[in-house]
């Protein structure tokens, strides 16, 4: 199976795109470190994707300091499940 990756472009004020700065960019660019994920979800200066293993990993103001990454398991009745495109 390929590994499904992610890019992103924009404001970046809090690290939101996930390629290890605070730089927008008005172009896709590689969310870096990150592979296998099943679903995304972001906000104004977060986001969050749910990988293959059922991890949830966010960055961006949510994981408190502007691009750092948290790491965890998925959990409550919506892990797991994909929305529908």
Known sequence: MAEK??????NNRAGQLG???VSSHNAPG???NLSNATDIAAGDTHSLTLLADQTV???GHAASRPGRRRRGPAVGREA?????R
């Open 5 to 10: 990756r992610l890019k992103s472009w924009g």
């Open 19 to 21: 390629d290890g700065t």
């Open 80 to 84: 797991g499940r994909s929305r529908s």
């Open 30 to 32: 590689q969310v870096v």
């Open 57 to 59: 990993v966010a960055w």
